[in-house]
């Protein structure tokens, strides 16, 4: 809440006005009927520049139906219940009771380049509305919202969400939900006659969280289908919907999920929401590269080759000995590694997930010389330097709160259930940000930090303002958000990565001030295909945390081939976390060949086109990345499972130029599964010249891999004659 001014804009003429956006094949055709709030015409394919979207309009006025309203309106991008919309308002509040139902009345329309500045009034209800619709460079609708209390007495807000609408055949639903080391599962289903709501209520973005909630043409897929989808970016609580009303119409959209009594807008006092985007393609590829080339065109995307990590946590765990993590950090130079990542603890009282947080002071008693000793030894053999930490949260066993038993989230009546042993801050608290903000500027001075490890390792239950006793995630929510952004301001070199219990903090309003998330705590190969697959809806690669583990996984138990994990981290960026010192040598340089590999690829494989193709057969997953200039492309073909057959046959590559063509081979033979027979599909032994359009048509014969196995192939475009 604030009470800054609202965006305001010359007074223009608004009886009919109708604004055609147009951005990377996406047409957004808004209109203003009257004094009504904007409602969409058409999200969706490019309608060109002669559309006639007058004549778009009249032949999209909405039926007089029985027993419903004599005149009625379209459905705006912040549904009114004042206009006899019979689904879920956009803006729920109330003053005491009344005003309850606004009916806004729009008084300006500006056009901005590819945005839309609506601002509007309902004076009886004393709220005044900004309404922020753009479709950016990449295609994407972005919708914000901002509301004013002109009113003399307090409005609470419950809720303000925006949506755009779906056409009739978006009848089948899609979405992610998961657990703590299964993040991102989709989950299918018929859109009838309904409301499908997923609310979060974790006070994180939480590993069950849809990420990206998808309408489309029933049966759609990766490269099939009409679909339409949106992302709330915030990292809080938050609330994605679709729902179709009797009469036909449908929406899907989003925003923050309020808590109650959480935002009471005093006289002057403004709520903005998080931003909300949709996107819409031929198939879940498309849709989801709009959001990839959003985020690659931010002026602060990860720029450069993206270092390969070495993270110590599943190789040394809160066993931190200095010569251990030296000759750990030998090993890591000598496979190629570049960042070396210390884990969890380094710091006072840390010898399991049970006490220290919040005590951001180097263990004396493990470190009598500080981290200097392993920070030198580190920067001597090439690496970069970095760090795990966990700001947000305080151990029960701990002498930061010892100290201040107040700084917690809390309603003030009782503490909340512990979760690891441990409590939320309240960074709502100046005092506890000011503290917060000197240790992790202090530690980040002091030892040339280059990576911080940003851990969230609990939900926030009971998360009250301890003062007031009121809800506060939404307040919590933006002082995390200023706590990393004045840290970036003092060191804007460092990266930050996004951590919460692995997967549970990833959405686009953190990857506004992170430069990668950690997709999962479960580095199991097999469980990290799926994972990664359904994190890409969103995420391009480099944005993805994926690691080498060791041949046993520390959270399934599974044990898989070197060249199955190393694939598996390849789609992402790549790191290793595995006690390297306990390798054999051929291990290693096994492992460095494919660190050579990454760092040979990653150039391209980070700027290009991710593609996945529909397998009909479930057990046979088809993914790759295109180059940007399309020049060359890498596929794996993964056996996730046993299929029905004894061999997967001819598997498609999608996504090339139809009319190129390209030499295709095994990136190295000698990774082959060993019940490969070369002389059984020869052309894995010469290699094969097919165009685009073969590849895409027709594909390749695979080799009958076992469960948990995975084939790499390299594509390289011919020059043309």
């Not at 305001?8 to 990377?24: F, G, K, M, N």
């Not at 240790?439 to 851990?455: P, S």
């Not at 003062?467 to 004045?486: F, S």
Request: aromatic share 6%; net charge negative.
């Amino acid at each position: 809440m604030s009470r800054a001014p609202l965006v305001t804009a010359p007074a223009v003429e608004v009886a009919d006005r109708i604004v055609h956006l147009r951005a990377d094949g996406v047409s957004l055709v808004l209109r203003c009927e009257g004094s009504r709030l904007p409602h969409v015409l058409h999200w969706g394919v490019d309608l060109g520049p002669d559309a006639d979207v007058e004549a778009l309009a009249s032949v999209s006025v909405p039926a007089v139906v029985p027993n419903a309203t004599d005149e009625p309106a379209a459905v705006a991008v912040i549904p009114e219940h004042a206009t006899a919309w019979p689904g879920a308002p956009g803006l729920r509040g109330h003053r005491d009771g009344r005003d309850w139902s606004p009916l806004f009345s729009v008084e300006s329309v500006v056009e901005d380049g590819g945005s839309c500045l609506v601002h509007a009034t309902d004076l009886d209800a004393g709220l005044a509305l900004d309404l922020e619709i753009g479709l950016t460079p990449a295609g994407l609708v972005r919708l914000r919202a901002t509301v004013r209390n002109t009113g003399d007495t307090t409005y609470t807000l419950d809720g303000l969400v925006l949506a755009l609408p779906l056409p009739a055949r978006a009848d089948e639903l899609l979405d992610l939900t998961g657990r703590w080391g299964r993040e991102r599962t989709p989950q299918r289903r018929p859109f009838g006659v309904e409301a499908h709501v997923r609310d979060s209520r974790r006070g994180r973005t939480g590993s069950d969280a849809t990420l990206v909630l998808v309408a489309g043409e029933r049966g759609f897929g990766f490269r099939r289908g009409r679909v339409w989808g949106v992302h709330v970016a915030w990292s809080g609580n938050h609330r994605t919907y679709a729902e179709r009303v009797p009469t036909g119409e449908a929406v899907i959209g989003g925003g923050e999920l309020l808590l109650d009594g959480e935002v009471r807008l005093a006289p002057g006092e403004t709520y903005t929401t998080p931003e909300v985007f949709g996107s819409c393609g031929d198939g879940l590829d498309e849709l989801s590269a709009r959001f990839h080339r959003h985020l690659r065109s931010r002026p602060h995307h990860p720029g450069g080759p993206r270092r390969v990590v070495l993270n110590t946590w599943e190789a040394v765990y809160h066993d931190h000995e200095l010569d251990r993590l030296r000759a750990l950090a030998d090993r890591g130079a000598e496979v190629g590694a570049e960042l070396f990542v210390l884990d969890d603890g380094w710091f006072r009282n840390r010898r399991d997930d049970t006490a220290g947080l919040g005590d951001w002071y180097v263990d004396e008693s493990v470190w009598p010389d500080g981290l200097h000793p392993l920070v030198d030894h580190v920067r001597s053999l090439g690496l970069e330097f970095g760090l795990w930490v966990e700001p947000e949260m305080v151990s029960a066993d701990s002498d930061l709160l010892r100290a201040h038993p107040d700084w917690i989230l809390s309603t003030g009546a009782r503490r909340p259930p512990l979760v690891r042993g441990q409590y939320v801050l309240d960074l709502t608290r100046p005092q506890v940000r000011a503290h917060l903000l000197e240790r992790l500027d202090a530690l980040v001075t002091e030892y040339r930090i280059a990576y911080l490890k940003w851990d969230h390792n609990r939900d926030l239950v009971d998360a009250g303002d301890s003062r007031t006793g009121r809800a506060a995630v939404h307040a919590q929510t933006l002082a995390a958000y200023g706590l990393l952004d004045e840290l970036r301001r003092r060191h804007p070199g460092l990266e930050v990565e996004s951590c919460s219990s692995g997967g549970s903090r990833v959405d686009l309003g953190i990857l506004e001030r992170t430069d990668r998330v950690w997709a999962s705590d479960c580095i199991d190969a097999l469980d990290r295909q799926g994972i990664q697959r359904w994190t890409g809806l969103l995420l391009p690669p480099e944005l993805i945390g994926s690691h080498v583990g060791a041949a046993r996984s520390h959270t399934t138990g599974r044990r898989h081939d070197l060249a199955f994990r190393a694939i598996t981290a390849l789609f992402g960026h790549f790191g290793i976390e595995w006690d390297l010192v306990a390798a054999d040598p051929a291990e290693l340089a096994e492992l460095a060949r494919w660190v050579r590999f990454y760092q040979r690829v990653r150039g391209w494989l980070h700027r290009g086109r991710v593609v996945r193709a529909d397998s009909p057969d479930p057990a046979v997953l088809v993914h790759g990345v295109v180059s940007d200039d399309e020049a060359q492309a890498l596929f794996a073909v993964v056996a996730i499972a046993s299929g029905t057959t004894t061999s997967p046959g001819r598997v498609t590559l999608p996504g090339l130029p139809p009319g190129a063509r390209f030499t295709v081979r095994p990136v190295d033979h000698a990774d082959l599964p060993p019940s490969t027979a070369l002389v059984g599909v020869p052309w894995l032994a010469t290699g094969a010249r097919l165009s685009g359009r073969e590849l895409a048509e027709v594909g390749v014969q695979v080799p009958p891999l076992h469960p948990e196995q995975a084939l790499l192939l390299h594509l390289v475009r011919e020059e043309r004659s």
